[in-house]
């Protein structure tokens, strides 16, 4: 079946570090991948997304591409803020609307 | 984005009763709504989906009848957890949707909420 594995947290950066959240998948087919972002007290959001192999999705400084090869698609920030602290989720969908979750990574930035 | 509310954030009840979760759709009409429950440090697993004025589509494992779930509206869907027991304890997040098998169509989530059955 379809799952989505990533890097357990929390993490805990300081401002201005570099951030790399790992994420593998395992799906039939070729799923289009997602991260989302929830803040404290907020609902998931949609951070970017990707939709083909080598696509590289990128919102608010966040990167993500698309590895086939590698069943991965790790997000990525250079310079990470404090108002970036939240918990990250790595999906995948193979068809649909339905999505397949990883289990969520917290990261914490401190100043 | 569209915004998409979740009523009671949180709440307790005792064993043997039964607890409602509103999730409302603000300011579109969602055709779609999905309930996921999360574990601690585990995935959101997806639940159902429901679409307005049908029954819901249970994922495999989920008991239809322990999970009642409504979606009367274009802008509300109800979950309601039957006779709770300690092990429903959870967190329960909704989320809208437009309808559509073509392509991915982007999902607004609810904030959640915190499910303690004692």
């Known amino acids: 079946g379809n799952s989505v594995t990533q890097m357990e947290g929390p993490v805990t950066l300081s401002e201005e570090a570099f951030l790399t959240i790992n994420c593998t998948y395992t799906?039939?087919?070729?799923?289009?991948l997602f991260w989302y972002v929830q803040y404290p007290g907020e609902g998931l959001q949609l951070l970017l997304k990707?939709?083909?192999?080598?696509d590289k999705g990128s919102n608010k400084g966040f990167e993500a591409t698309y590895r086939k090869e590698t069943t991965s698609f790790h997000l990525e920030k250079g310079s990470v803020q404090v108002s970036d602290s939240a918990v990250y989720f790595c999906?995948?969908?193979?068809?649909?609307?339905?999505?397949?979750f990883g289990a969520g990574t917290i990261l914490r930035v401190k100043s | 984005g569209a915004v998409v509310s979740q009523h009671p954030s949180r709440v307790i009840c005792k064993s043997g009763t039964s607890v409602k979760i509103e999730c409302r759709s603000l300011?579109?009409?969602?055709?779609?709504m999905f309930w996921y429950r999360q574990f601690p440090k585990k995935s959101l697993m997806l639940m159902a989906t429901s679409n307005e004025g049908s029954k819901a589509t249970y994922e495999q494992g989920v008991e239809k009848d322990k999970f009642l779930i409504n979606h009367a509206s274009l802008t509300l869907s109800t979950l309601t957890v039957t006779s709770a027991h300690p092990e429903d304890s959870s967190f329960y997040i909704c989320s809208s949707g437009t309808s559509g098998t073509s392509s991915y169509n982007e999902q607004f989530f609810g904030p959640g909420t915190r499910l303690t059955v004692l």
């Open positions: 799906a039939t087919g070729y799923p289009s």
């Open positions: 990707a939709t083909k192999a080598d």
């Open positions: 300011d579109f009409q969602a055709t779609t």
């Open positions: 999906a995948l969908s193979a068809g649909g609307n339905k999505l397949v």
